[in-house]
């Protein structure tokens, strides 16, 4: 059975960096189409960045672009969500999303099965 753990949340400082990792244990993640979504306190869960499998387009939202870099290590079974600049309102939990259909357009929640727990991510002085 396909399950997602994210981890690599934490509390940052304004202009500060991490790494999100989604580790996909039960299947093998170049057969899947990936995604890493976020919500706000009071907010709608939003798409940030997703990634086709079998080497399809990276697609990035715009408040994210040049500072979020999504990667995947096929090997390891991870998703990384390099994030840099942080500002506060990156502070949401973030979650990755698998789907084992080829998605190659902007990544919309209903069109993947698969979810993970979340990470909290926190962006404050």
């Known amino acids: 059975q396909l399950q997602l753990v994210e981890s690599g949340g934490d509390l940052v400082q304004p202009g500060g960096s991490l790494r999100l990792s989604c580790t996909v244990y039960?299947?093998?993640?170049?057969?899947?189409?990936i995604a890493w979504f976020r919500q706000a306190p009071g907010k709608e869960r939003e798409g940030i960045s997703c990634?086709?499998?079998?080497?399809?387009?990276?697609f990035y939202e715009y408040s994210v672009k040049g500072r979020f870099t999504l990667s995947r290590d096929n090997v390891k079974n991870t998703v990384y969500l390099q994030m840099n600049n942080l500002k506060p309102e990156d502070t949401a939990v973030y979650f990755c999303a698998a789907d084992h259909r080829t998605i190659r357009t902007w990544c919309l929640t209903y069109d993947y099965t698969y979810w993970g727990q979340g990470t909290q991510v926190r962006v404050s002085s």
């Open positions: 039960g299947v093998s993640l170049r057969d899947y189409s």
């Open positions: 990634n086709s499998n079998f080497d399809g387009p990276t």
